[in-house]
């Protein structure tokens, strides 16, 4: 995935020294040579890919193009965290929320929570991230002025970008709670805990729910990958220093570094999420085995 | 349910080249279907609106008026002005062109890639199958919007690239659909019938198998459409999609949402359109699904 990233990115036409690019002087040839030099850009391709390759394990990107004091590393200490925080606050708001819903919805099948948790969960799946931001930026800093419309400095900030964040991936784990509820509220060991007597929420705690989780554990990899990408958005809109707000700036900016590093971050991380998650599903389901 | 169980009883595997009554069946279940119904209105008048933009728009989206910038709606412009003194409502209905562009153009990319590897990943099987599903496997696992952002910044913005970016990422699923449709549906006795009767590997594959794996692709295409919308949507918005100043919502919205403090209908009216188009795609979405292939749901 790095040499992808690494190929694609020195494939674009047009070059951080590039006088055309955003925000840089027309400079002489001579210049020009110096700087590449000076970041190794002369070299040949594969010999930088190695330079970066050997200096990455090492967990150290290089200096950012952009912002030419820090290095790329000191940007993604920095920006991680938060983007981090923001991810996990949204994913935990969107497995909360979803499961609820899902399960209401399952439970009252056609009735007026099913109506609801199922018309969120379109909303939420079909309505891009960027849109519900302005949404509740309109509704609930300006008509309801609850919250402030961006920055990061006090949890009050935080509240509608985890929100935006959350929707998309909550209606997707609602609408698949509620379809593997149904099925699972149809079984006959389900109907067996009825008979043997046991109240509606023992069944539906003890007995359905558990059974219910796993197809929706499966959702969790790609959930990472949808909060990880979605964050870019939600992090331009709300102003939240993030990594995914870094990567859009580095995007225009052809920085190289810095980009490579964003895409390894978020590679590296999804891959042990996943593994993560692959084994969860031993833990929550004993016939599964290794 | 009782719908649902009726429609099981359409014998998908029965031998029919043209299987009209399957789509008849179909088409009227879909307007049964009140929300799809409604969508597929909203998704007609959006086309009529793409075509026709030239004569709806009552400016040129180019057209400038630098002595009124920013203005709120108003009897002049129904939908106010931008910052730079463009009607917002003329550039909406541009928009409308590059959205329904770009949701129909790349599918046709996404089928004219993803149904022949699908397919002749199923039919072939073996190493050609292995080598074919695992590629397909590695283009999952990367994140989709990630790797169209990557192509889109090597091959800089504008429309036809859209679509070759759309087209390149987005050809997996349907390739996965069709190749377990092929799978399923050449085990079949009819395929052996044909075979026995002499059909050739292409005449097999056209003409037998890829007519009876149509409905679940068709699905997937319905699906397809908003979330190419989306894509063009959300790279507009980061500013590696159409451009300026060809006009798109995504990009009206991305570059409405800094000014929101100030001037909310920039970024507004543009993301009601994306909204209500995403919505009206994904309710016929669901319509045709539930009504072409219930098993799907």
Same mark, same amino acid.
């Given at each position: 995935?790095? #040499?992808?990233?690494?190929?694609?990115?020195?494939?674009?036409?047009?070059?951080?020294?590039?006088?055309?690019?955003? =925000?840089?002087?027309?400079?002489?040839?001579?210049?020009?040579?110096?700087?590449?030099?000076?970041?190794?850009?002369?070299?040949?391709?594969?010999?930088?890919?190695?330079?970066?390759?050997?200096?990455?394990?090492?967990?150290?990107?290089?200096?950012?193009?952009?912002?030419?004091?820090?290095?790329?590393?000191?940007?993604?200490?920095?920006?991680?965290?938060?983007?981090?925080?923001?991810?996990?606050?949204?994913?935990?708001?969107?497995?909360?929320?979803?499961?609820?819903?899902?399960? #209401?919805?399952?439970?009252?099948?056609?009735? =007026?929570?099913?109506?609801?948790?199922?018309?969120?969960?379109?909303?939420?799946?079909?309505?891009?991230?960027?849109?519900?931001?302005?949404?509740?930026?309109?509704?609930?800093?300006?008509?309801?002025?609850?919250?402030?419309?961006?920055?990061?400095?006090?949890?009050?900030?935080?509240?509608?970008?985890?929100?935006?964040?959350?929707?998309?991936?909550?209606?997707?784990?609602?609408?698949?709670?509620?379809?593997?509820?149904?099925?699972?509220?149809?079984? @006959?060991?389900?109907?067996?805990?009825?008979?043997?007597? #046991?109240?509606?929420?023992?069944?539906?705690?003890?007995?359905?729910?558990?059974?219910?989780?796993?197809?929706?554990?499966?959702?969790?990899?790609?959930?990472?990958?949808?909060?990880?990408?979605?964050?870019?958005?939600?992090?331009?809109?709300?102003?939240?220093?993030?990594?995914?707000?870094?990567?859009?700036?580095?995007?225009?900016?052809?920085?190289?570094?810095?980009?490579?590093?964003?895409?390894?971050?978020?590679?590296?991380?999804?891959?042990?999420?996943?593994?993560?998650? @692959? #084994?969860?599903?031993?833990?929550?389901?004993?016939?599964?085995?290794? | 349910?009782?719908?649902?169980?009726?429609?099981?009883?359409?014998?998908?595997?029965?031998?029919?080249?043209?299987?009209?009554?399957?789509?008849?069946? *179909?088409? &009227? &279940?879909? &307007?049964?279907?009140?929300?799809?119904?409604?969508?597929?209105?909203?998704?007609?008048?959006?086309?009529?609106?793409?075509?026709?933009?030239?004569?709806?728009?009552?400016?040129?989206?180019?057209?400038?008026?630098?002595?009124?910038?920013?203005?709120?709606? %108003?009897?002049?412009?129904?939908?106010?002005?931008?910052?730079?003194?463009?009607?917002?409502?003329?550039?909406?209905?541009?928009?409308?062109?590059? %959205?329904?562009?770009?949701?129909?153009?790349?599918?046709?990319? /996404?089928?004219?890639?993803?149904?022949?590897? *699908?397919?002749?990943? +199923?039919?072939?099987?073996?190493?050609?199958?292995?080598?074919?599903?695992?590629?397909?496997?590695?283009?999952?696992?990367?994140?989709?919007?990630?790797?169209?952002?990557?192509?889109?910044?090597?091959?800089?913005?504008?429309?036809?690239?859209?679509?070759?970016?759309?087209?390149?990422? +987005?050809?997996?699923?349907?390739?996965?659909?069709?190749?377990?449709?092929?799978?399923?549906?050449?085990?079949?006795?009819?395929?052996?019938?044909?075979?026995?009767?002499?059909?050739?590997?292409?005449?097999?594959?056209? &003409?037998?198998?890829?007519?009876?794996?149509?409905?679940?692709?068709? /699905?997937?295409?319905?699906?397809?459409?908003?979330?190419?919308?989306?894509?063009?949507?959300?790279?507009?918005?980061?500013?590696?999609?159409?451009?300026?100043?060809?006009?798109?919502?995504?990009?009206?919205?991305?570059? +409405?949402?800094?000014?929101?403090? %100030?001037?909310?209908?920039?970024?507004?009216?543009?993301?009601?359109?994306?909204?209500?188009?995403?919505? %009206?795609?994904?309710?016929?979405?669901?319509?045709?699904?539930?009504?072409?292939?219930?098993?799907?749901?």
């Amino acid at each position: 995935m790095a #040499l992808v990233t690494f190929l694609v990115m020195h494939a674009t036409p047009g070059s951080p020294l590039d006088p055309v690019a955003e =925000g840089a002087n027309p400079l002489s040839p001579e210049a020009q040579k110096n700087l590449a030099a000076h970041y190794g850009l002369d070299r040949p391709l594969y010999e930088q890919f190695w330079i970066f390759l050997t200096k990455a394990v090492r967990g150290d990107f290089g200096n950012s193009f952009v912002y030419k004091t820090r290095t790329v590393s000191e940007i993604i200490v920095q920006t991680f965290p938060i983007s981090l925080l923001l991810g996990s606050m949204a994913l935990g708001l969107a497995i909360v929320g979803g499961l609820t819903l899902g399960i #209401l919805a399952a439970i009252y099948q056609n009735r =007026g929570w099913d109506y609801i948790s199922v018309s969120l969960a379109t909303v939420g799946v079909a309505v891009p991230n960027f849109v519900l931001a302005v949404f509740l930026i309109i509704l609930f800093s300006f008509i309801v002025p609850l919250f402030p419309t961006g920055g990061w400095e006090s949890p009050r900030n935080w509240v509608l970008p985890t929100i935006a964040l959350a929707l998309a991936p909550m209606g997707i784990i609602a609408r698949f709670t509620r379809a593997s509820m149904l099925e699972v509220i149809r079984a @006959d060991y389900t109907l067996t805990a009825r008979a043997k007597g #046991l109240g509606e929420l023992p069944v539906i705690f003890k007995h359905t729910l558990r059974n219910a989780f796993i197809p929706v554990v499966t959702l969790l990899g790609p959930m990472f990958a949808a909060v990880g990408t979605g964050s870019f958005f939600v992090e331009s809109i709300f102003r939240v220093p993030g990594m995914g707000r870094f990567f859009v700036i580095s995007m225009t900016g052809r920085d190289y570094p810095m980009i490579m590093a964003v895409v390894l971050t978020y590679g590296v991380f999804l891959a042990v999420m996943n593994l993560v998650v @692959d #084994l969860l599903y031993g833990v929550l389901d004993p016939r599964i085995r290794y | 349910m009782s719908r649902a169980a009726i429609a099981v009883a359409v014998p998908v595997e029965e031998r029919r080249p043209r299987s009209s009554s399957l789509w008849r069946d *179909g088409v &009227r &279940r879909l &307007r049964r279907n009140k929300l799809a119904v409604a969508g597929g209105i909203v998704i007609a008048l959006l086309c009529l609106v793409a075509i026709f933009a030239d004569f709806l728009a009552p400016l040129p989206y180019t057209k400038s008026n630098f002595g009124r910038l920013n203005e709120s709606p %108003s009897r002049d412009f129904p939908l106010g002005t931008d910052q730079l003194g463009r009607d917002l409502l003329s550039r909406m209905i541009y928009g409308a062109r590059v %959205s329904m562009l770009v949701g129909l153009g790349a599918q046709v990319i /996404v089928v004219l890639i993803g149904v022949p590897i *699908g397919a002749l990943s +199923g039919y072939i099987g073996g190493r050609t199958d292995m080598f074919l599903t695992r590629f397909i496997d590695v283009m999952y696992a990367f994140p989709r919007l990630l790797f169209v952002i990557l192509l889109m910044s090597m091959l800089g913005a504008g429309l036809m690239n859209i679509f070759i970016a759309i087209g390149l990422t +987005g050809w997996v699923g349907i390739a996965r659909q069709t190749r377990a449709q092929v799978l399923a549906i050449k085990e079949k006795e009819f395929i052996d019938g044909a075979r026995a009767l002499g059909a050739g590997f292409s005449r097999l594959l056209i &003409r037998h198998i890829l007519p009876n794996a149509l409905t679940p692709i068709v /699905v997937t295409i319905t699906f397809g459409i908003p979330e190419a919308i989306f894509t063009e949507a959300a790279l507009s918005f980061i500013g590696v999609g159409i451009n300026p100043p060809t006009p798109s919502w995504g990009q009206m919205v991305g570059e +409405g949402q800094q000014y929101i403090r %100030s001037y909310w209908h920039l970024c507004v009216f543009p993301s009601i359109a994306i909204a209500v188009t995403m919505l %009206s795609f994904t309710f016929f979405g669901d319509g045709v699904r539930d009504a072409l292939d219930p098993k799907l749901k």
